[in-house]
C-alpha cells in the first residue's frame, strides 16, 4: 500500500468505491442506484464495493474454488457467484485492513496486455513504479479494470482516451486536485503517453537465469504439493541486479564486435564457417540440420518425408522477425534461410560467484533468450581446453610439488592404442628444450610440460582431484585430459576455481537462498553444501600459480587492461580448444570467481584461425569489460585487494615470481589482449 501513488489511491476509490472506507464491504446505497437505474432503464453504474471485485478475483472467479456445480440449475448462477461474494467480502473486511484489501485488489486485477497486477500493469504500459502512477496515468489503469481489452490503451487508444476522461470527471466532481472546470478541461486534452512494453520471460535481465530458475522451482513445487503459480510464493536468489546487468552489458558489447569480425575473416575465404577436423567444410550441413527443426518435422509429417511438397514448404519465404545485434529486423525468410542464418551465430555463456559464500551473483546463459533458448552455463557442456590445467597442476602441489620447480619444454611420449602419442604445444612443436618453472609454463599454457605432470601424476589421480575440487561431469582418465578434452560445463568450472580462492573449502554454487509463502514464512532455506576439498596450503600456491598468468612474461592474462591490476591481485586462465572451436577464460580476485565460454553452436562451427577463436580474444575481454564495470561502482561491494593468506603460512617458499614490466610482450600460444586497444 505504501508503494502505491496518491494519485493511485484517491482515482480508485473516486472512480470505484468512494465510500470504501465506510462501509463493511457491502454498499447498500450503491445496490439501491443499480435498482432505480434497471427500473428506469437507465443505468447508473455497478454496485460492486472493491472488497467484492477482490472476493472475486480470489475465489469466485476461480473454478477450483467454485460450489456452482452442487446446485447449478435450482439457483442461477449469478445469484450463487453474488451470494459468495457477500459471505467472502464480509469475511476479508473482518479480517484484513481497509489498506490491505486495496492493495491486494490492485495485486490481483488484471489490467490487460498480460498484466496481472498494478506493479506489472504500470511498468507495461508506462514503464513506471506505481508509486510515481500521476492523476492521468492512473485514470488510464483504473479504466482499464472494468474492460481490459476494450479500453486497452495501446489497442484501442480512442476507447482508452475516452475512459480516461470519464475517470478523470470523476475525480473533478469529487474535488481531487481538479478544482475548476478549467484544470479539467486542460487534462482532458492531453494525450495518453504510452511507454509500452509487454513483459515476458524474453525479456528484462537475467532472462536465462530466471528459465533456469523456473525450471527448479516447477520440480520443487510438484515434490512438495505447492502450487507456484498461485501460492503468492516469495523467491529469494543469489543474483545481484548491478553485477547481472554488467555482465549482460560485456557480453553484447564484445559479442557484436566479436561477431562482426567472425563474418569478415570467412567472407574473406568466401567459405561456410561449418568444417571438419580437416579444415574441409561439412557436406550438406543446412541438409541434415533441417532435419532436427520443428519445421521440418511439422511438413513431413502433413506432406511426407520423401515428397516435392516437403521441398517446396522448406524453401518457400514468409515474413520473419530475426534477431540481429543492432535490434529485431523483419525481412522474408524461408526455413533454409532461417537455419543458414542463425547457425552462423557466435554463442557464450557467463557465471560470476562470491566463492566464500558459493552464491552466484551473475548468469548469462547466452546472446539472446528470445532467439536462442539454450543455456550455455549449466545446461550445456564443451572441452574446457587449457582451463583445465590448473587440476593437473593443483594435484602436483598436493603431491609436494612447488611453484618453483624447473622442467623443460618436451614433449612426453605416452603409450596408446596403435602406437605413442606426443602432446604438441600450440604452435604444432614437441618443444623447444627451453627450462622454464611450472608457474611460468601454465602461464605460458605450455602443453608439454602439462602433460609431463600428468604422466608423473597419473590420469586416475588428476580425474580424483579435479572431482574433488568441483568438476561433477564424468571425465576420462586418458592421456590428453591434461589438454582438457573432456566436456564440462562453465557452471561446474567457476564452482571449481572458487575453490581455490575459498582456502579449499569448496561451496556448491547456489542461486537461490530461501523460499517464503505468502504470509513470510520461510518454507525453506538453501544453504550450500560445503567440503574441505584440498588444505589451505594447496589452494594458495595454485592461487599464486593463477596469478602467474598476470605476472609472469608470456602469461596469457599479462594484457589485461592495467586499471585492473593496481593495487589488486588477479588470477587467470585462458583456454582454447582444437581448431578454437571453444575459447574460454576463468578469472579469479579475492572476492570473485568469474568463468566465461565462447563458440558455435556446433564444435565445427568456429574462426577460420587460431587468431581469433583463442580464448585470450574470444572470451577474456568479456571478463575484462565486466570486472571493469563492477569495480566502477562501489554499491557492489566487490574491491580490489589481495587473495586470503593461508592462516598457518606457507610451508614453502615462493621466490620464483618472474613478474614482467612489459606485460604486452609476445607469449607462447596467446597474444595479449588489451580491451582499450
Known amino acids: 500500500f505504501d508503494e502505491l501513488s496518491e494519485d493511485l489511491k484517491n482515482t480508485l476509490l473516486i472512480s470505484e468505491d468512494h465510500r470504501f472506507y465506510d462501509h463493511s464491504g457491502l454498499d447498500f446505497p450503491a445496490y439501491l442506484r443499480v435498482v432505480f437505474g434497471l427500473l428506469t432503464l437507465n443505468p447508473q453504474g ?31 448462477k449469478r445469484i450463487i457467484q453474488k451470494t459468495k461474494e457477500w459471505i467472502i467480502s464480509i469475511n476479508l473486511e473482518e479480517n484484513f485492513m481497509k489498506d490491505e484489501i486495496m492493495a491486494m485488489y490492485l495485486n490481483t486485477a488484471d489490467f490487460g496486455s498480460n498484466s496481472f497486477g498494478i506493479k506489472v500493469a504500470s511498468e507495461t504500459y508506462f514503464n513506471k513504479e506505481p508509486d510515481s502512477l500521476n492523476l492521468q496515468e492512473s485514470a488510464v489503469l483504473v479504466g482499464l479494470l472494468q474492460a481490459p481489452s476494450y479500453f486497452n490503451p495501446k489497442r484501442n487508444p480512442n476507447n482508452a482516451l475516452a475512459k480516461r476522461n470519464e475517470v478523470l470527471f470523476k475525480v473533478y466532481k469529487h474535488g481531487y486536485k481538479l478544482k475548476t472546470k478549467e484544470q479539467y478541461d486542460s487534462i482532458k486534452a492531453l494525450p495518453i503517453e504510452l511507454d509500452y512494453s509487454v513483459q515476458n520471460q524474453n525479456q528484462g535481465l537475467a532472462t536465462y537465469f530466471r528459465t533456469v530458475a523456473g525450471n527448479f522451482l516447477m ?34 558489447e564484445h559479442m557484436k564486435s566479436l561477431q562482426a569480425t567472425f563474418y569478415d575473416e570467412w567472407s574473406k575465404r568466401n567459405r561456410n564457417p561449418w568444417v571438419d577436423e580437416n579444415g574441409q567444410e561439412i557436406k550438406d550441413f543446412l541438409g541434415k ?30 515474413p520473419m522477425t530475426i534477431f540481429t545485434w543492432d535490434g529485431e529486423k523483419d525481412t522474408l525468410f524461408s526455413s533454409y534461410d532461417s537455419l543458414n542464418y542463425y547457425k552462423r551465430f557466435l554463442q557464450t555463456g557467463m557465471m560470476s560467484m562470491d566463492p566464500s559464500t558459493g552464491f552466484i551473483k551473475a548468469w548469462v546463459g547466452g546472446i539472446n533468450h528470445k532467439y536462442f533458448k539454450y543455456d550455455h552455463v549449466k545446461q550445456g557442456t564443451r572441452q574446457p581446453g587449457s582451463t583445465f590445467k590448473p587440476f ?38 614437441r618443444g623447444n628444450g627451453e627450462e622454464m618453472t ?13 602433460a609431463q605432470m600428468l604422466q608423473s601424476l597419473g590420469p586416475e589421480n588428476v580425474v580424483e582431484f579435479a572431482h574433488r575440487v568441483g568438476i561433477e561431469s564424468p571425465l576420462d582418465a586418458v592421456p590428453s585430459l591434461c589438454l582438457g578434452t573432456t566436456d564440462v560445463s ?62 609472469e612474461s608470456g602469461g596469457t592474462s599479462a594484457g589485461l ?62 571478463w575484462a569489460r565486466y570486472m571493469q564495470k563492477v569495480y566502477a561502482d562501489p554499491t557492489t561491494g566487490i574491491t580490489k585487494g589481495q587473495f586470503k593468506r593461508p592462516s598457518s603460512g606457507l610451508d614453502i617458499t615462493l621466490d620464483c615470481n618472474r613478474y614482467s614490466e612489459h606485460p604486452d610482450s609476445v607469449q607462447v600460444d596467446e597474444e595479449p589482449w588489451d580491451i582499450n586497444n
Open 392 to 429: 593437473v597442476y593443483g594435484l602436483a602441489m598436493e603431491s609436494g610439488y612447488s611453484p618453483c620447480h624447473p622442467l623443460k619444454d618436451i614433449s612426453p611420449s605416452f603409450k596408446v592404442p596403435g602406437g605413442n602419442w606426443y602432446p604438441m604445444n600450440s604452435n604444432g612443436t
Open 219 to 252: 520440480g520443487y513445487c510438484k515434490d512438495k504439493g505447492i502450487d507456484l503459480w498461485n501460492s503468492g510464493l516469495k523467491i529469494y536468489t543469489t543474483i545481484d541486479s548491478r553485477m547481472q546487468r554488467y555482465a549482460e552489458e560485456a557480453v553484447a
Open 289 to 318: 540440420r533441417i532435419k532436427q527443426t520443428d519445421a521440418y518435422k511439422v511438413y513431413a509429417e502433413k506432406y511426407g518425408e520423401k515428397s516435392d511438397s516437403l521441398k517446396i514448404m522448406l524453401r518457400l519465404k514468409k
Open 561 to 622: 587492461a592495467r586499471d585492473l591490476k593496481i593495487d589488486n591481485e588477479i588470477g587467470g586462465k585462458t583456454g582454447t580448444t582444437n581448431d578454437a572451436s571453444d575459447g574460454w577464460y576463468m578469472g579469479v580476485t579475492h572476492d570473485l570467481v568469474s568463468g566465461v565460454w565462447v563458440g558455435g553452436d556446433e564444435r565445427g562451427i568456429h574462426f577460420p584461425s587460431w587468431d581469433f577463436g583463442q580464448g585470450g580474444k574470444s572470451a577474456r575481454p568479456i
Open 490 to 551: 562453465l557452471f561446474e568450472m567457476v564452482g571449481a576455481y572458487s575453490t581455490f580462492v575459498n582456502s579449499g573449502v569448496h561451496n556448491d554454487p547456489i542461486y537461490i537462498t530461501r523460499i517464503e509463502d505468502k504470509n513470510g514464512n520461510v518454507i525453506e532455506n538453501f544453504i550450500p553444501k560445503t567440503k574441505e576439498a584440498i588444505n589451505e596450503q594447496t589452494a594458495y600456491k595454485m592461487i599464486y600459480m593463477l596469478m602467474g598468468g598476470v605476472e
Open 438 to 450: 611450472i608457474r611460468q609454463a601454465m602461464a605460458r599454457s605450455v602443453n608439454s610440460i602439462t
Open 46 to 76: 455497478g454496485g460492486s464495493t472493491i472488497t467484492q471485485q477482490l472476493a472475486k478475483n480470489l475465489y469466485t472467479m476461480n473454478p477450483d474454488k467454485s460450489l456452482d456445480g452442487v446446485i447449478r440449475g435450482r439457483i442461477p
